[in-house]
């Protein structure tokens, strides 16, 4: 660790402002789509825990949380002009959109909210585009989808199914954007509230293990590695995974 001494005032003046600076630029704005939701809401405290500044988009605004630097606004995010309007003008959008998992039609909503964000995303300039998906599309084995095994079948309750299916036919889409600088993110099968710990693994197109078992995550260190990667980075027209180390 460095340690600096007998600094003048005018030296002392220049380290803060280029340290404000620093801050500064580094701090973004932010629209996340589904900002009330299970993962939204995660998302929502990690980002304004780390000073951004966010347009929280959801369709009941009135449930987003009152929070520095959060301005609440309704979207329907099946209307790619709405989306479009919405997000314009900010640094990276973060979806985390779900129409709800008893919502009627699940697999034609979620495609259909999916392509319109897609769309007016796009359309919107701006190039950053984070989707949180689902754990059903990741690989068990070579050419196999977990969500295709007898074994999610057996153990996934039947509404959440088309659902897991939609996700993973939304990342078969969003993998031929060219346009965007899009990263899709894969929870792990187990997806829990639970604390903070600010650590988790990475890994790529399979599902993470722990052990025999399948592996897993606090919904709040999901939202670490959401917000980490939109700051830095480090999957750029890719899909990855994260769990508990």
């Given at each position: 660790m460095?340690i600096?001494?007998?600094?003048?005032?005018?030296c002392?003046?220049?380290?803060?402002?280029s340290?404000?600076?620093?801050?500064?630029?580094?701090l973004?704005?932010?629209?996340?789509?589904?900002?009330?939701g299970?993962?939204?809401?995660?998302?929502?405290a990690?980002?304004?825990a780390r000073?951004h500044?966010?347009?929280a988009l959801?369709?009941?605004p009135?449930k987003?949380?009152?929070?520095?630097?959060?301005?609440a606004?309704?979207?329907?995010?099946?209307?790619?002009?709405?989306v479009?309007a919405a997000v314009?003008?900010?640094?990276?959008?973060?979806s985390?959109?779900?129409?709800?998992?008893d919502?009627?039609?699940?697999?034609?909503?979620?495609?259909?909210?999916?392509a319109?964000i897609?769309?007016?995303?796009e359309?919107?300039?701006v190039?950053?585009l984070l989707?949180?998906?689902?754990?059903?599309?990741?690989?068990?084995?070579?050419?196999?989808?977990?969500?295709?095994?007898?074994e999610?079948?057996?153990?996934?309750?039947?509404?959440?199914?088309?659902?897991?299916?939609?996700?993973?036919?939304?990342?078969t889409?969003?993998?031929?954007?060219?346009?965007?600088?899009?990263?899709?993110?894969?929870p792990?099968?187990?997806?829990?509230?639970?604390e903070?710990?600010?650590?988790?693994?990475?890994?790529?197109?399979?599902?993470?293990m722990?052990?025999?078992?399948?592996?897993?995550?606090s919904?709040?260190?999901?939202a670490?590695?959401i917000v980490?990667?939109i700051e830095?980075p480090?999957?750029?027209r890719?899909?990855?995974t994260?769990?508990t180390?």
């Open positions: 460095a600096l001494t007998d600094l003048s005032p005018d002392e003046a220049d380290i803060v402002g340290i404000d600076s620093l801050t500064l630029e580094n973004m704005k932010i629209a996340l789509i589904g900002a009330t299970f993962v939204g809401s995660a998302v929502l990690e980002l304004v000073d500044h966010v347009t959801a369709r009941t009135a987003v949380d009152t929070r520095p630097n959060v301005t606004q309704a979207l329907d995010a099946s209307d790619s002009a709405a479009a314009r003008g900010h640094d990276a959008v973060i985390a959109f779900n129409p709800g998992w919502a009627p039609d699940l697999y034609a909503r979620f495609m259909k909210g999916s319109a897609d769309a007016g995303v359309a919107s300039g190039k950053r989707v949180v998906g689902g754990a059903g599309s990741l690989f068990v084995a070579p050419g196999v989808q977990m969500v295709d095994t007898p999610f079948a057996s153990h996934v309750p039947p509404n959440i199914i088309p659902g897991a299916q939609a996700a993973r036919d939304a990342l889409a969003l993998r031929a954007n060219t346009a965007l600088d899009w990263t899709f993110l894969s792990p099968a187990l997806l829990a509230p639970g903070r710990t600010g650590t988790y693994r990475v890994g790529g197109e399979a599902l993470l722990a052990g025999d078992a399948p592996a897993g995550i919904v709040a260190d999901l670490v590695a980490d990667e830095t480090k999957h750029v890719a899909r990855f994260v769990a180390r």
